[in-house]
């Protein structure tokens, strides 16, 4: 299956890719050449930036992915730049997100009292003031 990771060279990104070619999948990530990574040989890279996606369209449609994962959207702006840039392209959009750990983490070292049941909001301090989520 041909996969585009759109982020994949920080946190879970690498052993993500490298577990996708293991499964004998093609993958490309897309990314910003700012990380340095050493990702297996047989994975193309595809420089750009993810605030102008739309902008790559015609570039994805080329490499024509079944599947996209995005592990960096953050916001409903990300998710509806994702879905339109990707729509009638891929089959599939994933989108890894990581907010519910950062809950938790902060009910470990007492920011928060209490983990609160989903659905999550952005209704916090921690997490808010550094940009990393905003949706309702």
Not at 10 to 16: M, S
Not at 50 to 66: V, Y
Not at 126 to 135: I, N, P
Request: charged share 20%.
């Amino acid at each position: 299956m041909k996969i585009l990771i759109i982020g994949g060279t920080n946190f879970i990104g690498p052993p993500v890719v490298c577990q996708l070619i293991a499964m004998g999948h093609q993958v490309s990530v897309f990314h910003r050449g700012k990380t340095t990574i050493n990702l297996p040989l047989d994975v193309h890279e595809i420089l750009g930036d993810c605030f102008h996606l739309f902008e790559m369209k015609s570039k994805f449609k080329q490499l024509s992915p079944q599947v996209v994962v995005d592990m960096i959207a953050y916001n409903e702006q990300d998710a509806l730049t994702l879905t339109n840039t990707f729509e009638g392209i891929a089959q599939r959009v994933v989108v890894i997100s990581s907010m519910d750990v950062y809950r938790a983490y902060d009910v470990l070292w007492r920011k928060e009292s209490d983990v609160v049941p989903v659905p999550l909001t952005s209704k916090r301090s921690s997490l808010q003031h550094r940009g990393c989520w905003t949706m309702q």
